[in-house]
């Protein structure tokens, strides 16, 4: 049985194969947005700053 493979994801696998140099490209923006160095001291005052919420946000009681 064949996998469905949507048209854009065909073309990413085929220019990324045509294009190995934008690996290091995408290394590079993943860094720049999303691969931060995390800090054990301030996500624990973020979890021990939580509210809890209420069952249903919009009762009035």
Do not use: C, N
Not at 28 to 44: E, F, I, Y
């Amino acid at each position: 049985m064949a996998i469905y493979e949507s048209e854009h994801t065909k073309f990413m696998r085929e220019w990324m194969e045509k294009h190995p140099e934008e690996r290091e490209e995408q290394k590079k923006g993943r860094a720049l947005w999303w691969d931060k160095p995390q800090d054990v001291q301030t996500q624990a005052e973020y979890a021990a700053g939580k509210v809890p919420h209420k069952a249903y946000p919009y009762a009035t009681e």
